[in-house]
């Protein structure tokens, strides 16, 4: 019972450079969210999907995308890296959008040179 | 923005001993929940406290939750080495996704 997954664990890009961040569960849960955690900033909310085939911004889209490719698959991609983007990626999901809890991996830890 | 704030931003005390952190918030809730994050890990959810309840157990584990004064504090009782981590609070307004505070660094020395 693996739950929330995320691949790669780790990845150095140099600035410019493109990417996709994987995440999958296995826990048939309908909403899944990405986040990015900088030292004193806490988690911020980039995208989430609350439902299969809906994806809406969090408070810090600029510089990303997703795609919800089905229930159990959420990924995240940045076309452009920049310096700014390094920060650890977090991937979660709930059984629903809202007054529930919400399941983390153990994240992507991402540096852009 | 953040909408939970916790207090302290760091908390260091001896095996045995009681941890209490605390979180305000500024808004109407439907539910505050309390994570914990190991260094280098995910978020792992701890309890989740709805608006129309004051006080929850789970284990060593009691949160409180007071609307009028929005604010919820976390005790954790008799604490481990293993209790070192960080914990988040994270508010649910029900018409917008979780809302995380900054977090609160507890450091349990055997």
Redesign the interface.
Known sequence: NAG?TQTPKFQVLKTGQSMTLQCAQDMNHNSM?W?RQDP????R?IY?SASEGTTDK??VPNGYNVSRLNKREFSLRLESAAPSQTSVY?C?SSLE???????????TRLSIL | SQQGEEDPQALSIQEGENATMNCSYKTSINNLQWYRQNSGRGLVHLILIRSNEREKHSGRLRVTLDTSKKSSSLLITASRAADTASYFCATDAGYSTLTFGKGTMLLVSP
């Not at chain 1, 004193?40 to 988690?43: P, Q």
């Not at chain 1, 959008?97 to 994240?107: A, I």
């Open positions: 929330v969210y986040y004193g900033m806490g988690l909310l989430y969090g408070e977090f979660a959008y809202s007054n529930q809890p919400q399941h983390f991996g153990d994240g």
